[in-house]
């Protein structure tokens, strides 16, 4: 089997796949060592966006040292196209690296908790109260974004 990997750099097709994928891997500097877990999440204004429901976990986040993300989009293969092209998977998935921060701008956060009940429910709430599920919301300021398509 080859595989053939390209680089994608439209910031549009990477921005269209962010808004749809519906989870992600995030690795957070912590205070001893790092952290993995997938988590959901909303790109808003080129950064990554994600709620941390363990308080432990978040007191013992490193602030304004570097932190990933990962998103990933499996596609099968149809038997018919894995015939004729001999290939068995196609995979997707964007990188972004940056500094991990917390949020202070109330109209932000408002925002950001739009996003989420948009993207997840597909639709937007008029009241000011928040779902008890939203705790800390953290974001990646990003400062590297690289999306890569494997096919094999």
Do not use: C, W
């Amino acid at each position: 089997m080859q595989i053939k990997t390209k680089t994608i750099r439209n910031l549009k097709i990477i921005e269209k796949e962010l808004n749809t994928l519906p989870s992600g891997v995030v690795m957070l500097p912590l205070e001893v060592e790092s952290e993995q877990f997938a988590t959901t999440f909303v790109y808003h204004n080129k950064n990554i966006y994600f709620f941390i429901n363990d308080n432990e976990l978040y007191k013992k986040i490193l602030f304004g040292s570097i932190s990933k993300f990962t998103a990933i989009k499996d596609s099968s293969i149809s038997k018919k196209s894995k015939q004729s092209t001999g290939n068995n998977y196609t995979l997707f998935y964007i990188s972004l690296s940056g500094i991990v921060k917390n949020i202070k701008a109330k109209n932000l956060i408002d925002s950001v908790y739009q996003g989420f009940i948009q993207k997840y429910s597909g639709k937007l709430i008029d009241s000011e109260s928040k779902s008890k599920s939203f705790s800390k919301l953290v974001y990646i300021d990003t400062e590297e974004m690289t999306a890569t398509e494997e096919i094999g």
